[in-house]
């Protein structure tokens, strides 16, 4: 074992701390008092939150600033990878996290008799789960954070025990969960049958050494793959999100919407590029149908839902179909727009998604239903929400001056470059269509009249998640040079293998 | 030749004080629906004036774009802030400026949440200044975009009886267009590398190099087509124009008809003839049917129309014929004629070109007069069926009289700025396309008769006794519509303020064009 103790701890910090909170959490909720623990418990989360995500910002600087590459032992190693994709990705975990964890407390005090301070130290546990997931390199481990990931968001999904849609909701989640679960691990044990490995590296090299691809390994990606599709909620795999997003607390669904699918992108680009690069052509055409059904069945059922949450399900069925055009798309060696667009995707999608739901969020505090119905004149009623919700879905339809558009250049830009031109037409003519529902919700919105007046008082803290949602979205919108940028780090995830 | 000015400042003050108003509008107080109105009209009126500062001190002569300005916006993928004007898009920015701050004044009549419907208007004058004034795909793009939002709040909030359908017709129509242009401009994209190993979305550079070839190229020579026909709205595409123009508020039926729809056609001239010089060659006979199409056509529909909204509206798809046979024409594949010489040729295609140009300024001018007298009208009748009125002009001797004028002016009558563009238009191409310029003459004559048939009816005969009160048009809507009355007559008589910098510009165009 190294004796270098900051090597071991360093790159792993952010999980450590996270891991600590939640920990800390669950049994400072046994002993604070009881007048006193919403607050101290939702500051201390904020706080630690905040640590985790400095801590990854500084590892981030250290791998990028340091002229050798991370030295790591080699047990470690072996089984994560802390990379600056992996890193980017984790400070967009805690990010969403750290929006969730904002626009959840007045939600839950209206909506939670019991378990209210068990509530934050779950979602700790679920980016811990995310923020492992996206340095994973090794099928164990893999399987092992997806599953803390899982059983913690099937657990919210159903917490709000007195609503039947609710433990309905989690009860579905959880099945459909399990039984993909179960696929995924019965595509690893194919894997490892064929490759003697479980780590992605070695999984390479038995590979390139079978020669000609064997039916089998493709069998056990494939599978795994499905796995993977359930956890992104990519159709056909998508069955259990829009009762879920459905049933959830809002504030919950907001980040199962947006923090799996981070995680998710993460292994499956991981698995991909490290572990299968051999047979690119397979995966790629298999990653491209599944990102067309997305799409175009996300968007299409979304026209007639008149539930919002159900109508943002379907809408994030249609977005990941649009991120996986990225991940089926080719890399390329210079000025990468693949990578540079998956990930400009993930933290614009972040921002826009959790943002719609922290204003659905706020539109049911007042009192009102999950219906579309519900949000008629809410320009007159409440300008802020309004305007907040309409340039989220305009991002999340990909309008400019909003974020939403630089997302879907680059995927797009990146599927003509590797010849999938008839896949960016799909998505081109999919945000058409997307337009149409976004806009149904901006129309009832500014265009009806308000049938009866509402008084909508929101706590600052949720009001400053609305602010800082819509100040990512505009700001990247304006000017997303940096982030473009910055997004290029994860180019060197092919390189580097 | 004169000094090109080299001002940096203009065109970013010109298409973001409208952004910076709109931004002011909503901090302003509620119950206060006249500051709100002052503030907006200000703030038109200084966008006005640094427009006609542009206009003069544009160097008339030149082909080259100025007040240009360029700086780095996203350099990881190539993307730069680059701004500049031509004789193309500097009348066209010009009028914006114009017919914007016409709109805002008529808008005083505006008492439904002023605040939000001011500062939708000027978010609307920067995305139409920036989309005539950008000199980068992605700056187009974005601009291109940002014009159509502002667009559907004014048709949906403050729109006639259809308005939401009318509103999200309208933005899905055009955005169908603008995803496709978006494909192209990506394809374009990808196609160019630069000295420097990177891409570029800068269009001189774009249009200098014209790095697509073959079917790559006549794919993306259709993807922008689409987007552009759309806008205008070229037959079959136009089927949302009639809609959105009825159900749209006055002032967003005025900059509809007089700025929208003349982002397609610039664009056309813009993009599609130099990026794709070949492709135009082969299909300029579509271009040129499709515009034969729309003038017979749409004047026809114009004829058979009751509503009196509808009617302009229509006419509007008629005149923009004109414009896409110009195009058309300029567009052609220079064919060797036995006794006539190149040269005269190539000056026939800069006149239909010039022609082409002219036109969409003067119908901007026209039409936006036009559907403001119909908006005048309508707030005193509540209703526009031209059946239901009657003997009118002897209630409102004015008003008869401006709309005669500006009747007479849109049927193309000598003297007033809508013979200059037709003819030459006209004149330009029946060297080119023979047939199509005779067939065009239909349209002239049946846009006369419908036109005169409608002022017979509304204005002639016997008074309709239900309009035996009607109020004459007011002071604030003389204002409003006496700059345009003016210019229909000026460059009706003298069109060189307009043509001489639009001459420039297409003779350098169609030079080049010719010689790729």
């Known amino acids: ?497 | 030749m004169q000094q090109v000015l080299r001002n940096e400042w203009l065109l970013t003050a010109i298409v973001f004080l409208p952004l910076l108003g709109a931004i002011v509008t909503l901090a302003l107080p509620k119950g206060r629906p006249a500051v709100v109105k002052m503030w907006a009209t200000v703030i038109a009126f200084v966008t006005l004036v640094l427009c006609v500062y542009m206009y003069a001190a544009f160097a008339k002569g030149s082909a080259e774009m100025q007040f240009a300005t360029s700086r780095p916006w996203i350099p990881s993928i190539g993307v730069s802030y680059h701004l500049g004007v031509d004789g193309l898009s500097m009348p066209l920015v010009a009028l914006t400026g114009l017919l914007t701050f016409v709109s805002i004044l008529y808008s005083w009549i505006i008492n439904e949440r002023p605040k939000e419907y001011f500062a939708f208007f000027l978010l609307l004058e920067t995305g139409m200044m920036g989309t005539f004034c950008a000199l980068d795909f992605v700056l187009f793009y974005v601009f291109w975009e940002i014009s159509l939002v502002p667009m559907y709040f004014l048709i949906g909030i403050w729109g006639g009886p259809r308005r939401e359908y009318a509103a999200i017709k309208f933005f899905l129509y055009t955005l169908v267009g603008s995803v496709a242009m978006l494909l192209a401009i990506l394809a374009l994209y990808f196609s160019y590398t630069g000295p420097n190993g990177k891409h570029t979305f800068d269009v001189i550079t774009l249009i200098t190099a014209k790095p697509l070839a073959g079917r790559a190229a006549m794919l993306a020579f259709w993807a922008f087509y689409l987007s552009f026909a759309i806008k205008m709205p070229a037959f079959p595409f136009h089927t949302w124009l009639p809609d959105a123009h009825v159900e749209a508020p006055t002032a967003g039926s005025i900059i509809l008809a007089g700025v929208l729809l003349k982002m397609g056609t610039y664009g056309l001239v813009r993009f599609n003839l130099p990026l794709f010089p070949q492709q135009s060659q082969e299909c300029a006979w579509i271009l040129a049917a499709v515009g034969v199409i729309a003038i017979i056509y749409g004047s026809l529909v114009a004829m058979a129309q009751s509503d009196l909204k509808k009617l302009v509206a229509y006419s509007s798809v008629g005149h923009m014929g004109f414009v896409m046979i110009g195009i058309a024409a300029a567009a052609a594949p220079l064919v060797d004629v036995p006794g006539v010489s190149r040269e005269l040729l190539l000056n026939a295609k800069v006149t239909a070109l010039n022609g082409a140009t002219l036109q969409m300024v003067n119908h901007g001018l026209i039409t936006g007069a036009l559907f403001l007298l119909v908006g005048v009208l309508y707030e005193r009748a509540h209703h526009r069926n031209i059946d239901g009125f009657g003997g009118l002009m002897v209630k409102v001797p004015v008003y008869a009289a401006i709309l005669i004028y500006v009747s007479l002016a849109s049927l193309g009558l000598p003297g007033l700025c809508g013979f200059v563009g037709e003819f030459l238009a006209l004149l330009g191409t029946f060297a080119i396309f023979k047939l199509a310029a005779g067939l065009s003459v239909i349209g002239i004559v049946v846009t006369a008769a419908y036109f005169l048939w409608m002022l017979q009816r509304v204005l002639l005969g016997p008074l309709n006794e239900r309009y035996k009160d009607l109020m004459e048009i007011n002071a604030l809507e003389k204002w409003a519509v006496a700059p345009l009355l003016i210019l229909i007559f000026i460059l009706g008589v003298y069109p060189a303020p307009v043509l001489d910098p639009v001459n420039a510009a297409m003779d350098h165009l169609v030079r080049n064009l010719m010689l790729f």
């Open chain 1, 1 to 497: 074992m190294s004796g270098d103790f900051g090597s071991v701890i360093g790159p792993v910090a952010p999980e450590i701390i996270l891991c600590v909170l939640g920990l800390l959490l669950l049994v400072a909720g046994m002993f604070l008092p009881a007048h006193r623990k919403a607050t101290i418990i939702f500051w201390t989360c904020l706080v630690g939150l905040g640590t985790a995500l400095c801590s990854c910002v500084m590892v981030l600087a250290a791998i990028a600033l340091s002229p050798e590459p991370l030295q790591m032992p080699n047990w470690l190693g072996a089984t994560l990878r802390v990379d600056e994709f992996a890193l980017v990705l984790k400070i967009l975990i805690n990010l969403a996290t750290i929006l969730t964890i904002l626009i959840s407390p007045e939600y839950i005090q209206h909506r939670l008799t019991a378990g209210r301070s068990e509530y934050f130290p779950l979602v700790v546990f679920a980016a811990l789960g995310m923020t492992l997931l996206v340095s994973a390199t090794d099928l164990i481990t893999i399987y092992v954070a997806m599953e803390l990931t899982s059983l913690v968001s099937y657990v919210l999904v159903g917490y709000m025990k007195r609503d039947p849609k609710s433990t309905e909701a989690g009860m579905k989640y959880f099945l459909v969960g399990a039984a993909s679960s179960a696929i995924m691990l019965y595509g690893m044990s194919l894997t490892y049958g064929m490759t003697g490995a479980t780590d992605l590296a070695s999984i390479r090299r038995a590979i390139a050494e079978l020669g000609s691809p064997e039916p089998m390994v493709l069998v056990g990606l494939i599978l795994m793959v499905a796995g993977f599709g359930f956890k992104l909620a990519a159709a056909p795999f998508h069955m259990w999100a829009p009762e879920a997003y459905e049933g959830g607390p809002t504030p919950i669904v907001a980040l199962i919407s947006v923090g799996p699918k981070m995680a998710g992108i993460a292994v499956l680009l991981h698995v991909l590029e490290i572990g299968f690069p051999e047979i690119r052509d397979h995966w790629s055409a298999l990653i491209a149908a599944i990102a067309a059904i997305s799409m175009v069945l996300g968007n299409l059922t979304a026209i007639p839902q008149k539930n919002i949450k159900r109508m943002l399900a379907y809408s994030s069925i249609g977005q990941i179909g649009y991120i996986l055009i990225g991940v089926a798309s080719l890399p390329q060696s210079m000025n990468d727009w693949r990578t540079s667009g998956i990930i400009v995707y993930l933290l614009v999608y972040a921002f826009m998604n959790i943002g719609a739901f922290a204003v659905v969020t706020a539109v049911s505090n007042a009192g009102l239903s999950d219906d579309i119905e519900d949000y008629r004149g809410l320009a007159q009623s409440s300008p802020l929400l309004a305007v907040a919700l309409l340039v989220f879905l305009a991002s999340l339809a990909g309008l400019p001056p909003t974020a939403g558009l630089w997302g879907k250049a680059l995927i797009f830009g990146a599927a003509i470059y590797s010849g999938f031109t008839w896949l960016a037409v799909v998505g081109v003519a999919c945000s058409v269509v997307s337009v149409f529902y976004y806009f149904n919700v901006v129309r009832v919105m500014f265009f009806l009249k308000a049938t009866t007046p509402h008084t909508f008082r929101n706590t600052h803290l949720l009001t400053a998640g609305i602010i800082i949602a819509i100040t990512g979205t505009l700001f990247i919108g304006v000017y997303p040079e940096p982030f473009i940028a910055m997004a290029r780090v994860g180019q060197d995830i092919v390189a580097a293998r």
